[in-house]
């Protein structure tokens, strides 16, 4: 597609549940990167994949938290057990590399009761 | 520790006023500065990327610049369609593929 894409686009879940936050990064971007934005904070860096390299899981705020990229474009972040204070816009970015502007998918607002 | 501070936290001008928004960075080694606009509800828009001091880049009524410390948007006869907040973000080579995000400059123009 043109842009980054993310689904869905709002989600509001029951503290506890789990809850799996899609993104298709723009194509041939080999890179692809998953922040948190919460309410009058920065953007949180949370994982980065980079081509078949093991990706760089070192933001992630727990072990509820993990994410996957299959076949080196579409990704999956996954929360487990989730809690209030994981209520925040999700955001997916893809480049083309290292070096270079990351392109930013409209976000996953997740609200968890 | 690598920070990136941003100044002000918003902004209001009136429609033609120009004014200038500050990014403030401590990194050991910048690999890259980047400015973005994210509009309510949205992802964050790529501007520009400044790669060394002395840098600068152009869109419209934007020019970024970079100094070894800072960055400068400079808006130019800011339209109402401007309106919007600023992020600034850093890339350090040593811890490569991370950026460090400014918390932004909410910037509200009036007609």
């Known amino acids: 597609g043109a842009g980054v894409s993310q689904s869905p686009s709002n989600k509001v879940t029951e503290k506890g549940k789990d809850v799996e936050l899609r993104c298709d990064p723009i194509?041939?971007?080999?890179?692809l990167y998953w922040y948190r934005q919460s309410l009058g904070q920065g953007l949180e860096f949370l994982i980065y994949f980079q081509g078949n390299s093991a990706p760089d899981k070192s933001g992630l705020p727990s072990d509820r938290f993990s994410a996957e990229r299959t076949g080196g474009s579409v990704s999956t972040l996954t929360i487990q057990r989730t809690q209030q204070e994981d209520s925040a816009v999700y955001l997916c970015?893809?480049?083309?590399?290292?070096?270079?502007?990351?392109?930013f998918g409209p976000g996953t607002r997740l609200t968890v009761l | 520790e690598d920070q990136v501070t941003q100044s002000p936290e918003a902004l209001r001008l009136q429609e033609g006023e120009s004014s200038s928004l500050n990014c403030s960075y401590t990194v050991s080694g910048l690999r890259g500065l980047f400015w973005y606009r994210q509009d309510p509800g949205k992802g964050p828009e790529f501007l520009f990327t400044l790669y060394s001091a002395g840098e600068e880049k152009e869109k419209e009524r934007l020019k970024a610049t970079l100094t070894k410390k800072e960055s400068f948007l400079h808006i130019t006869a800011p339209k109402p369609e401007d309106s919007a907040t600023y992020l600034c973000a850093v890339q350090a080579i040593r811890t490569g593929n991370q950026f460090y995000f400014g918390t932004g400059t909410s910037l509200t123009v009036i007609p």
């Open positions: 194509s041939g971007h080999t890179a």
């Open positions: 970015a893809s480049s083309k590399g290292l070096a270079g502007g990351k392109f």
